[in-house]
């Protein structure tokens, strides 16, 4: 079974810095891919970086970057020069490969709030 | 290009009553799936489809069901509605059987069962 394990339920940073959001993973697949989303107040979710399990680099999109360390199984999120707008909850999420038995279904951890202060 | 719509966006019911959700997406994808989120927590699965016509359990089936009649199409029906249903409820699709692939989210549906 996949197993998602976020241990920050809130995060507070200020404006223009940076932040690191925690995921830790569980699984027995040997490839698999994590996904992290952010679900802002008004409730939808909004894809922000994946990262393969085979992938050599780590998986960067503008002022997101994936520090993924297979060996620990972590897969944090930094968010570059924190803007108000990124104000969210961040779910980290697992999709499974050969295990999966075909359903492909996102694995999600609980999340963490980020507020960014001005 | 509307990607994934949900239907209703909010719902009130009474225990005992009954309702359907539907998830509409229009990017020809094979892949689709329920999920719950409940306050604190993330996403949850319920139910997903491989494909038209197939539909399949997953963490959390109890008192739903589906059906997937056309491929665009994937219904999530409450037989007969309970206070541990008052949920936020997401569609998702995706577009083939890799797990490299994003899945994309509808807005969601806010229901509440008194």
């Known amino acids: 079974a996949q197993k998602i394990t976020q241990t920050q339920p809130g995060m507070f940073v200020q404006e223009k810095e940076a932040v690191t959001l925690d995921c830790t993973y569980d699984?027995?697949?040997?490839?698999?891919?994590l996904f992290w989303y952010k679900q802002p107040s008004s409730g939808e979710m909004i894809f922000l970086i994946y990262q393969g399990s085979y992938d050599q680099q780590n998986a960067t999109e503008g002022r997101y970057s994936l520090n993924f360390q297979k060996a620990r199984k972590s897969a944090n999120l930094v968010i570059s020069a924190s803007q108000l707008g990124d104000s969210a909850m961040y779910f980290c999420?697992?999709?499974?490969?050969?295990?999966?038995?075909?359903?492909?279904?996102?694995?999600f951890g609980s999340g963490t709030r980020l507020q960014v202060q001005p | 290009n509307a990607g994934v719509t949900q239907t209703p966006k909010f719902r009130v019911l009474k225990t005992g009553q009954s309702m359907t959700l539907l998830c509409a997406q229009d990017?020809?994808?094979?892949?689709m799936y329920w999920y719950r989120q409940d306050p604190g927590m993330g996403l949850r699965l319920i139910h997903y489809s491989v494909g038209e016509g197939t539909t399949a359990k997953g963490e959390v089936p109890d008192g739903y069901n589906v059906s997937r009649l056309k491929k665009q199409n994937f219904l999530l029906g409450l037989e007969s509605a309970a206070p541990s249903q008052t949920s936020v409820y997401f569609c998702a699709s995706s577009y083939g059987t890799a797990f490299t692939y994003e899945q994309y989210f509808g807005p969601g549906t806010r229901l509440t069962v008194t």
């Open positions: 699984t027995s697949d040997p490839s698999y891919g």
């Open positions: 990017m020809n994808h094979e892949y």
């Open positions: 999420a697992m999709r499974g490969g050969a295990m999966d038995t075909g359903r492909r279904a996102l694995t």
